[in-house]
């Protein structure tokens, strides 16, 4: 049953999303104006960064990784950035292939926490069938697999000893740093690695942790201020995207609709504690 299931799941969704690819309709999934404007922009050799007070005043507000990667292969296989319906087509089929990666590693991350092939694989379906739809063609997609390699990575590293866990650790925290420099909330993946680290009083490992973290993010930051400059990079990449705490907002999520995610959330929290006071490092990673 749960084969069946994951097969009408993935196939159901490959549909709509392949059907979704070719649709002249712009604003569809998410708003990808945005991020097809920034693909343009680096397409065309036109700097991505640049001062948002200045004409076209524009603002990209995500890290760069998932501008160069697709831009790269768009150039690659000669995707003509005048045509946006081109570049649009890219980036949809980009973050359709980045997404059946994610449900990969996803599966991949059940069979390591012990989960049966077919359980695993309906984890991975209902996934890849459940994503929002603004990961569909935007960073978030890249972001979302660079994170999930990183908790599989962790967890690999949880299930071995001595060298190999640390040598599995630092690339754990390089995958955390991709995420980051795909998405700034990325940096997640970062803050969970040392807390675990934290938690579990592991100072060394914590340290090679920071160490790692800062020399990759560090020289990606400092090559982006020193191409693009370093007041543009704030501009863009801090304060276009402090929104600051808006009581309406929470206001508005205390309700019916969001009833059900809080519960769950609240389930999550408990089963969490629960496995934290457990032995095994690999379940009080998952915690």
Known sequence: LAIVVSVILVATTLFSRIHFLPTPLLNVMGEEQNVVYGLIKWMQGTPLYTDPEALPMDIIQYSPAYYYLVGTIGHVFGVNAQEPMEVYLLSRIM????????????????????????????????????????????????????????????????????????????LATVLGCLAALTKQSGVLGLGVIGAYLLFTQQWRLLAQ????????????????????????????????????????TIHRLVRMRFWSMMILQAVGVIVAWRWWRGTEPMQRGWA
């Not at 309906?122 to 990183?150: G, K, M």
């Not at 790692?212 to 020193?226: E, I, K, Q, Y």
């Open 95 to 170: 973050g359709l292939l980045f997404n059946l990666l994610f449900a990969c590693s996803g599966f991949l991350i059940a069979r390591k926490l012990g989960a049966q092939w077919w359980s695993a694989l309906l984890w991975a379906a209902v996934l890849i069938s459940f994503l929002p739809r603004q990961v569909h063609s935007r960073p978030d997609a890249l972001n979302l697999l660079f994170f999930s390699l990183c908790m599989l990575t962790f967890f690999h590293a949880l299930a071995v000893e001595g060298s190999r866990s640390r040598k599995l650790l630092a």
């Open 209 to 248: 942790h920071v160490l790692v973290a800062a020399l990759v993010l560090g020289t990606a930051v400092g090559v982006l201020c020193w191409h693009y400059g370093a007041n543009e990079v704030h501009l863009n990449l801090v304060v276009a995207i402090k929104n600051g705490i808006d009581l309406h």
